[in-house]
């Protein structure tokens, strides 16, 4: 069976044309206007991911998140008219995976959802040892390999790298980051968080300048990336 994405979106076109496109991936596909109608859907469906507005009729979509989060680990992915930074980091730090803008484009959205998925999927796994793309970070014996090459980390570090390689392809924002890593009290403390991820860079990228995992989310954050693919 395919798997289902629950569209929560009050505008009719913007909900007809994701349902065709993702019925075109051969995703079976859930619309519903309201927040009330999302709460009655989820009682009876599953879904493997949320698509979700924030103006809706009965209420702000960000609201939603953390009743969603609070007996759900589903992917939610965001997408709204609102573009303001305040926006994005809101709706990521109560909980969304991912945040597109309107308007938006279907091969981005797509590539956005694979992501998601892949992400989700590799949640609950209780390895001590996680690896991305040469990249192996044994948490037992706190060791870090690029390339079967012992790298040399900080405390901080590792901690860093275990952050992200927790959460691959995930935006990671600013403020959840360094309480994340550093602790409550840290989050406006934006300069530890640059020179270190300008450490890091410097001894896991080729080319700094265009790095292939840590990217940086400009106003909001960092994502770690695990598939490079070519889009998104």
């Not at 065709?20 to 879904?47: C, G, I, N």
């Not at 939610?76 to 573009?83: G, L, N, P, Y």
């Not at 949640?123 to 690896?131: C, F, I, N, R």
Request: charged content about 25%; glycine content about 4%; some cysteine.
């Amino acid at each position: 069976m395919s798997d289902l994405i629950l569209i929560i979106e009050d505008d009719a076109a913007i909900a007809a044309l994701l349902e065709r496109s993702l019925k075109q991936h051969h995703y079976q596909t859930l619309h519903v206007s309201t927040l009330k109608e999302a709460r009655l859907q989820l009682q009876t469906h599953t879904p493997q991911l949320i698509l979700l507005d924030l103006g809706l009729p009965d209420g702000d979509g960000k609201s939603f998140i953390p009743h969603l989060r609070r007996s759900l680990q589903t992917p939610i992915i965001v997408v709204s008219a609102r573009r303001e930074e305040r926006e994005i980091v809101a709706a990521l730090d109560l909980g969304a995976d991912d945040y597109v803008t309107k308007p938006f484009s279907l091969v981005e959205l797509m590539a956005r959802v694979r992501r998601a998925q892949r992400r989700a999927s590799m949640v609950g796994d209780d390895s001590e040892v996680l690896t991305c793309n040469g990249l192996i970070l044994d948490l037992e014996r706190h060791r870090f390999m690029l390339e079967e090459m012992p790298i040399k980390l900080t405390p901080i570090e590792f901690n860093l790298m275990r952050l992200f390689m927790s959460h691959p392809d995930q935006v990671l924002t600013h403020q959840h980051i360094l309480k994340q890593v550093w602790g409550i009290g840290y989050q406006q403390e934006m300069q530890y968080l640059r020179s270190y991820i300008n450490t890091l860079r410097k001894k896991i990228e080729t080319d700094t300048a265009r790095p292939r995992y840590i990217q940086t989310e400009l106003g909001i954050g960092y994502r770690f990336c695990c598939h490079h693919e070519g889009v998104l």
